[in-house]
């Protein structure tokens, strides 16, 4: 296995990452928000809506 961070060796102590220097890079990019999940844009979702309440 190599680290997902720099392509070196996987070090146990620090799996998947090869040193603390990389695991702490990958950390502070998910903390940073590089790393996102696409979503595809789209109208809202108004074919369900929600329940109605009647104030009389």
Partial sequence: MTCPVCRKPADPAFKPFCSK?????????????????PIEEGPANDAEPGPETDRD
Avoid at 22 to 30: E, I
Avoid at 31 to 37: K, M, P, T, W
Wanted: charged share 35%; aromatic share 12%; with cysteine.
């Fill in 21 to 37: 220097r990389c695991a702490d890079l990958d950390l502070n990019r998910w903390l940073s928000e590089n790393y996102r999940i």
